[in-house]
């Protein structure tokens, strides 16, 4: 991400003042846009990314088989495979769920199903809680209603930036 021409913007204050672990789940939207200089969200995500390279950011299997059916779908299958060998270089954590884990998506899927809640949202929520990451990275304003292990609301570390 450094390599980027992009401006860069302050990282989020409120996030550096209050979290000592610097990590935080990363939905599908912002990785989208990352991989399509078209998208919307591209250059504020882009600049998000080059302020807050601190963040160790994680995401889930559900998420990334969202992102290469959208890449290939929208752009190109060559999109996909570059997202792919983005994430295998570490471009961002993969979590590796428990064996338990199904259960507990099924279960906020079933708490939150009279929302727009999906398979990665539902990961992203049971990867908050199980790992006790109180931070997403989300073009989504779904995400805060969902809460951590502890019972906090998620922040949203791309809007609230």
Not at 50 to 66: R, S
Not at 125 to 154: N, Q
Request: charged share 20%; glycine share 4%.
């Amino acid at each position: 991400m450094a390599n980027s021409s992009l401006p860069l913007e302050e990282a989020s204050a409120s996030y550096i003042a209050t979290s000592s672990a610097r990590e935080a789940l990363i939905d599908s939207g912002p990785l989208l846009a990352l991989f399509n200089g078209s998208d919307n969200w591209h250059a504020r995500v882009v600049a998000w990314l080059q302020a807050n390279e601190q963040v160790c950011l994680v995401t889930t299997w559900p998420v990334l088989t969202e992102v290469c059916a959208l890449l290939a779908r929208r752009i190109h299958n060559r999109a996909a495979l570059d997202f792919l060998s983005w994430v295998d270089k570490g471009g961002v954590a993969v979590d590796a769920p428990d064996s338990w884990s199904l259960a507990k998506v099924l279960e906020i899927s079933q708490r939150f199903a009279d929302l727009p809640l999906d398979l990665a949202d539902a990961s992203i929520a049971e990867t908050a809680a199980r790992r006790g990451i109180s931070y997403v990275v989300s073009i989504d304003k779904d995400f805060d209603i969902y809460r951590d292990a502890r019972g906090k609301y998620l922040v949203n570390l791309l809007l609230s930036s």
